[in-house]
């Protein structure tokens, strides 16, 4: 298991955070976690097809290099 710090955040926010974790029974930092743990249960976990897609409607307008040429130069830097 890992650890996450979020700093910065608002006093206003931390108070909120503190009172609906005492209505729930619980530490700030479990219901952190619980509310971590619903809202990305809720998101779709997407398919490589998706992510790739996502990613060419990203850099669609961005100048591509081909592989060939990237590969060539690696080659001819050694």
Known sequence: ???LSVRNLDD???LRLKRRAAR???SAEAEVREILRHALSAEAEL???ELAAE???????RRHTPA???LREGRDER
């Open 24 to 26: 729930h029974g619980n």
């Open 47 to 49: 398919s490589f097809d």
């Open 1 to 3: 298991m890992g650890n």
């Open 68 to 70: 060939e040429q990237l």
């Open 12 to 14: 206003e926010l931390i």
């Open 55 to 61: 990613l060419r409607a990203l850099t669609a307008d």
